[in-house]
């Protein structure tokens, strides 16, 4: 084995231009005076820096995020940031931990700067934007929207609550569908479905949930509109109703919709009436006005009639008045063919499509096995398109309606038991206009309660008359006269009254029907010929609740808030009110000469006096009269052929002792020189029936 040579070393020296001068860092050996005289001999040349400037120093570095970005429920894609550590949070010029950063004046770092009202408001506006913005572009995707507006709305800024929730209004209207929601309990929520359904069914629940605190919170905020709330401001509560009133108007068939007309029923059941009021009423009538299926109605009817009983009917007038624009089996009315009868052709429609033949009449159609289960597999589709289609059938909605018409005619009766006079004149427009939909075993108690109604009437009437101040200062302390309040005109309600009654019989066998239960009309014919004198002098005989006036100075409940409407009842005019009541009773086929000819006499007189275009009613009403009866009434226009004796008396009560055969019709003469065309033209078209009866 080599021996390896050993390895030379060198000794390395410093080079000659090193400085030999001591370091700084003294030795512990010799005197402190020796130490002391060489750093006054070395110290002025020493670079006290330079061991610290060649020490190496923690560079600030960027720290290394590893995590992959993610995409959030806004869908928005975002890089998350690591969490700062001890390590990261060390003084990388010190060395030392920081603690809390505080800035100049000592306040953390750490905390948001004071923002202003306004820039919240701006920043509230920005994000509800952009968050309305993703929810309208895939509201599926980005379904955790709807909790952020609702945490937005939470805000206890007046101005922000506002805003979302008008945000929210307009979101609703927009992603809401076509149809209810069902809400799924938890064994559905384990079902195994597939990837496509278990979307849309978690869309539909976010959606739901959303969507019923929202209709919470409106509830909450609205009850700031009423009388006696004050914690709640006005603004907000304002907002919150208008938001129930769209949405009721723009989804009546999505969930929640009893909770929706419960605060417009609660802020209408309240004393205090301003455009809130009137917005609510207006909502209401639509709803009834537009509805095609019939739910809708009945929720809003039935909790309408428990309010109005839980207050103890003491409600405005117009809440009564929203009946009036119900759909009560108004499209049902047509009569079936009577020489044919429409068969059900789904099932044979159905075999027909499994084999393509035509089965024989009376002989059973013969289905293979294979076709027997196709059948029924098409018998379970249609079944479920059925459930699930959003249209009611005419038999479901002829049931909804029925009910509704009992709640209607049920608190209609209980009003006129209790005789609340100022709801009088809207519970007689209500049976006015649905009379022909009354069971004929309530006409008795019906009419004897429209009998003390007229007779209310008359007596409010005449002590107008003897002393007008009594229309001032009447109250309704429950006596006879003072049952029809101070607001109510007298003639209107005994018109209506006389007209309900009418109409009772109106589309129904009225001979066998008065005769079977006894109807006695007579009162109610006399009332009528009674009142024509009156009425064709009544100003305001062609205005409805629609029709500009000017308020009475005399009258002493003229003073009402402005921009609200101080009419009553006046739903129909009275010139139509009294026109249906005329045409009851002068057209039947069965009607007395001497009642006949007192009622044409009494109509010519009244054309006088009445303005142009009921005048023309009139004179429309006389000719139907005279080519139907001509023969009874033709001696009117012919003096050579009266055939009473005296005098006619048109101021009399009785109908038929008012003698009218012993009268002519001389207004046919004045009616020549009106000043409107039509009336001219109409007397003419009378004097040519006249002259062709009997030929």
Request: proline share 4%; glycine share 6%; with cysteine.
């Amino acid at each position: 084995m080599a021996i390896m040579p050993a390895v030379k070393r060198r000794k390395l020296s410093p080079p000659e231009n090193v400085d030999r001068r001591p370091s700084p860092s003294f030795s512990l050996e010799g005197s402190d005076v020796d130490r002391q005289g060489d750093y006054f001999k070395y110290g002025a040349g020493w670079n006290l820096e330079q061991n610290y400037e060649q020490r190496p120093r923690k560079q600030k570095r960027e720290r290394e995020n590893s995590r992959l970005p993610i995409k959030t429920a806004e869908g928005r894609i975002e890089q998350v940031v690591r969490p700062l550590t001890d390590n990261d949070e060390e003084d990388s010029f010190l060395g030392t931990s920081s603690g809390k950063d505080t800035d100049s004046e000592g306040g953390f770092l750490g905390e948001e700067p004071h923002v202003s009202t306004q820039g919240r408001i701006v920043e509230a506006k920005e994000e509800l934007a952009r968050v309305a913005t993703l929810l309208n572009q895939d509201p599926e995707e980005h379904a955790g929207g709807f909790r952020i507006l609702g945490q937005i709305a939470s805000s206890p800024n007046p101005t922000i609550k506002k805003l979302a929730l008008a945000t929210q209004l307009i979101v609703y209207k927009d992603v809401i569908p076509g149809y209810r929601i069902r809400l799924h309990d938890n064994t559905e929520v384990l079902e195994k479905l597939s990837k496509d359904v278990r979307r849309l069914r978690s869309y539909e629940q976010a959606l739901v949930g959303s969507y019923q605190n929202y209709v919470k919170d409106l509830a909450s905020c609205a009850k700031g509109s009423r009388a006696d709330a004050t914690d709640i401001p006005t603004d907000i509560a304002s907002v919150a109703i208008s938001c129930a009133c769209s949405l009721l108007l723009a989804v009546p068939h999505f969930n929640f919709r009893s909770e929706l007309l419960k605060i417009l029923i609660d802020r209408v059941g309240s004393n205090k009436r301003d455009l809130d009021f009137q917005k609510c009423i207006s909502t209401l009538e639509n709803i009834f006005r537009d509805d095609e299926d019939g739910s809708p109605s009945l929720d809003g009817v039935s909790q309408l009639t428990k309010m109005i009983k839980a207050c103890d009917y003491r409600v405005d007038e117009s809440v009564l008045n929203t009946f009036l624009h119900l759909r009560l089996l108004a499209e049902f009315t047509s009569k079936g063919s009577q020489n044919r009868i429409d068969k059900y052709k789904g099932a044979e429609s159905r075999i027909n499509s499994v084999n393509g033949k035509t089965p024989k009449v009376g002989k059973k159609q013969f289905l293979t096995k294979k076709q027997r289960k196709l059948l029924r597999e098409q018998k379970a589709v249609e079944k479920e398109f059925k459930e699930a289609d959003a249209i009611v059938g005419h038999e479901e909605r002829d049931r909804l309606q029925a009910e509704t018409l009992k709640l209607v005619f049920v608190t209609y009766f209980r009003i006129l038991k209790a005789r609340v006079p100022h709801l009088m004149g809207a519970v007689l427009e209500g049976l006015a206009k649905y009379a022909h939909l009354i069971n004929q075993d309530f006409f008795g108690d019906l009419l004897e309660a429209l009998r003390d109604l007229v007779r209310q009437a008359d007596e409010l009437l005449d002590a107008v008359q003897n002393d007008p101040e009594t229309r001032r200062d009447v109250e309704p302390t429950g006596s006879a006269v003072a049952v029809a309040s101070s607001t109510r005109d007298p003639i209107r309600a005994s018109l209506l009254a006389t007209t309900t009654a009418f109409t009772l019989l109106d589309g129904q066998d009225a001979a066998r029907a008065a005769s079977s239960l006894s109807l006695d009309l007579t009162f109610f014919i006399a009332q009528l010929y009674k009142s024509l004198h009156t009425l064709s002098l009544h100003p305001d005989l062609e205005l409805s609740s629609k029709s500009l006036r000017l308020p009475d100075p005399d009258f002493s409940h003229a003073s009402q808030q402005p921009g609200l409407n101080s009419n009553k009842v006046n739903f129909a005019t009275s010139s139509v009110l009294l026109l249906r009541a005329l045409s009851a009773v002068m057209t039947p086929r069965s009607v007395p000469p001497v009642r006949l000819a007192a009622f044409t006499k009494q109509l010519l007189t009244a054309s006088v006096h009445v303005p142009e275009k009921s005048a023309q009613a009139v004179l429309q009403l006389l000719a139907q009269v005279l080519k139907m009866h001509g023969s009874k009434v033709v001696s009117l226009w012919n003096t050579e052929e009266r055939k009473g004796d005296g005098v006619f008396d048109g101021e009399r009560a009785d109908v038929e002792g008012s003698n009218p055969f012993a009268s002519t019709a001389w207004e046919g003469e004045l009616l020549k020189c009106h000043f409107c065309p039509k009336v001219r033209d109409g007397v003419k078209g009378l004097e040519k029936i006249v002259r062709g009866v009997g030929k």
